[in-house]
């Protein structure tokens, strides 16, 4: 797909706004409905960005090229009771993902980290795999 020059001002976008640097793409519905749409046009701008490194080409810290999901409170709530996890309601929860070292101990240090940090934020971990300490 070529690009047409800028597309017509619509909704937030105004192309007098435009200018050459490396950036960023945001999409979203205007009304917050959930739509597989988004992230098709989503990939799609993540493909054109490539020229930013958007391909995890560096070696040591990758630059965080990538798409932003809702949380999928479906999902989480069907797998919930197999993991022995109580779900909050949708929208009372954060989600986070960590990469952890394959040694058992070093892994083990980490998930003690990050269980103490969330007690001094007073926030609660859910969903923790127990095979993964």
């Excluded at 949380?71 to 993991?83: E, G, K, N, Q």
């Excluded at 070292?101 to 001094?120: F, H, M, S, W």
């Amino acid at each position: 797909m070529r690009n047409a020059g800028y597309p017509k001002k619509q909704g937030l976008y105004d192309p007098q706004f435009e200018h050459d640097n490396c950036g960023t793409g945001f999409l979203a519905h205007m009304k917050g409905k959930k739509s597989h749409q988004i992230i098709e046009d989503a990939l799609h701008v993540l493909r054109n960005l490539e020229h930013r490194g958007g391909q995890g080409d560096e070696v040591n810290t990758g630059d965080g090229a990538g798409i932003l999901l809702q949380i999928p409170h479906r999902f989480f709530a069907s797998i919930s009771d197999s993991m022995d996890m109580q779900l909050p309601s949708e929208g009372d929860y954060g989600v986070g993902m960590l990469f952890l070292p394959q040694d058992k101990k070093k892994r083990g240090t980490c998930i003690t980290r990050v269980n103490q940090l969330a007690e001094e934020e007073s926030l609660e971990v859910l969903g923790l795999e127990k095979s993964s300490y």
